[in-house]
């Protein structure tokens, strides 16, 4: 509030502030050049200008006597404004506050770039890459696709055929994530698929919808879904395959069978899991090791290691004897993940 008329505050020049004015540093040069007495302190300027030509006015209300010196600042800070710069600032930047988080900031940089340098010099390969021995161990190469178009399925299960890895201890598994129809595709994915590998079916050779358990809530738990099995040919390799189709309950309406890839993992991760503890399997399993064991001729317990290939994913000619030898050489490895890379990284642009 304004000072009262009786108070010596009402000639406070903050009585009349209004407002901040910004100004640069070049303007305070300019100042100085042109003879005035300005310099910043703390982002503050100040201008001693008439002060320091002795334009020093005391008002005083009535009854009251001014001191008689005039000089009410130090004659140190005339003298810092007389002689500095544009900004007297004290510098801290050689205070202990400051110079400990320097210290800090290049320990911790000099500790980060020699692991980083370390970690390169370690990843360093200067003789050429060993081929590792070949592998007898069974394994199941496991594809679940959705809404792939045919060009994409087809280069990933091709890749998984020509694998360099002996083709009777392959197995090729296929898990069809529902009847959905691709956008650009004219058919379901599961009949892409069956078409791709060739699988010849009538009316009288349709498998039966079998149930199984899915990852879902309430009444999405119960599935439905049909195993097709048999061999595929592809640049003189010959592996067996086994496709399974979730096409859901009767009353499924909207993406019938569909339930995530994730559920399509677990159907062969719980199968495997009744395989090898003898625990009681569901339809759909029970026709799972049916197919394997009698229609392809070995029997699931054999079954090892499992390579997970995403539909649109192709795979290297060694990956999977590589992948093996890792595992077999190193019990500690209980999973692996593959470096994954863009095929058509340059033709996009």
Same mark, same amino acid.
């Given at each position: 509030?304004?000072?009262?008329?009786s108070? &010596?505050?009402?000639?406070?020049?903050?009585? $009349?502030?209004?407002? +901040? #004015?910004?100004?640069?540093?070049?303007?305070?040069d300019?100042?100085?050049?042109?003879? %005035?007495?300005?310099?910043?302190?703390?982002?503050?300027? @100040?201008?001693?200008?008439?002060?320091?030509?002795?334009?020093?006015i005391?008002?005083?209300?009535?009854?009251?006597t &001014?001191?008689?010196?005039?000089?009410?600042?130090?004659? /140190?800070?005339?003298?810092?404004?007389?002689?500095g710069?544009?900004?007297?600032?004290?510098?801290?930047?050689?205070s202990?506050?400051?110079?400990?988080?320097?210290?800090?900031?290049? =320990?911790?940089?000099?500790?980060?770039m020699?692991? *980083?340098? !370390?970690? !390169?010099?370690?990843?360093?390969?200067?003789?050429?890459?060993?081929?590792?021995?070949?592998?007898?161990?069974?394994?199941? #190469?496991?594809?679940?696709?959705?809404?792939?178009?045919?060009?994409?399925?087809?280069?990933?299960?091709?890749?998984?055929? =020509?694998?360099?890895y002996?083709?009777?201890?392959?197995?090729?598994?296929?898990?069809?994530?529902?009847?959905?129809?691709?956008g650009?595709?004219d058919?379901?994915?599961?009949? #892409?698929?069956?078409? *791709?590998?060739? +699988?010849?079916q009538?009316?009288?050779?349709?498998?039966?919808?079998?149930?199984?358990l899915?990852?879902?809530?309430g009444?999405?738990?119960?599935?439905m879904?049909?195993?097709?099995?048999?061999? @595929?040919?592809?640049?003189?390799?010959?592996?067996? @395959?086994?496709?399974?189709?979730?096409?859901?309950?009767?009353?499924?309406?909207?993406?019938?069978?569909?339930?995530?890839k994730?559920d /399509?993992?677990?159907?062969?991760?719980?199968?495997?899991?009744?395989v090898?503890?003898?625990?009681?399997?569901?339809?759909?399993?029970?026709? #799972?090791?049916?197919?394997?064991?009698?229609?392809?001729?070995?029997?699931?317990? $054999? @079954?090892?290691?499992?390579?997970?290939v995403?539909?649109?994913?192709?795979?290297?000619?060694?990956?999977?004897? %590589?992948? =093996?030898?890792c595992?077999?050489?190193?019990?500690?490895?209980?999973?692996l993940?593959?470096?994954?890379?863009?095929?058509?990284?340059?033709?996009?642009?």
């Open positions: 509030p304004p000072a009262p008329a108070s &010596p505050r009402q000639f406070f020049r903050s009585n $009349f502030f209004a407002g +901040h #004015i910004g100004v640069t540093a070049a303007e305070i300019q100042r100085r050049r042109a003879g %005035r007495l300005v310099s910043a302190i703390g982002g503050d300027v @100040y201008d001693l200008t008439l002060y320091d030509q002795g334009q020093r005391f008002l005083a209300p009535p009854n009251y &001014p001191m008689g010196s005039k000089d009410f600042l130090p004659a /140190s800070l005339i003298q810092l404004f007389t002689g710069s544009s900004d007297v600032t004290v510098d801290t930047r050689r202990p506050q400051c110079m400990f988080s320097d210290y800090v900031l290049l =320990v911790s940089s000099i500790l980060l020699s692991i *980083i340098g !370390f970690k !390169f010099l370690a990843a360093l390969q200067l003789s050429a890459i060993r081929e590792p021995e070949e592998h007898e161990k069974f394994v199941i #190469i496991q594809v679940p696709c959705y809404t792939e178009d045919e060009d994409s399925l087809r280069k990933t299960i091709d890749s998984v055929a =020509v694998l360099r002996d083709d009777k201890r392959k197995l090729l598994v296929v898990i069809a994530d529902g009847m959905i129809v691709g650009g595709n058919k379901p994915t599961p009949q #892409i698929v069956l078409d *791709i590998l060739g +699988h010849e009538d009316a009288d050779s349709e498998p039966e919808s079998l149930s199984f899915s990852i879902g809530e009444n999405r738990q119960h599935n879904g049909k195993v097709y099995a048999g061999l @595929y040919e592809c640049k003189g390799h010959v592996i067996p @395959y086994v496709v399974v189709v979730k096409v859901g309950k009767a009353t499924e309406r909207s993406r019938p069978g569909n339930r995530g994730r /399509s993992q677990m159907i062969l991760m719980r199968f495997l899991h009744h090898h503890h003898g625990t009681p399997m569901n339809p759909l399993e029970l026709e #799972i090791y049916h197919q394997i064991k009698n229609v392809i001729g070995v029997h699931p317990t $054999f @079954y090892e290691y499992i390579l997970m995403d539909a649109d994913t192709e795979v290297l000619p060694d990956s999977l004897n %590589r992948m =093996v030898s595992m077999v050489h190193d019990s500690r490895i209980m999973g993940c593959g470096e994954t890379s863009i095929s058509n990284e340059k033709s996009t642009w």
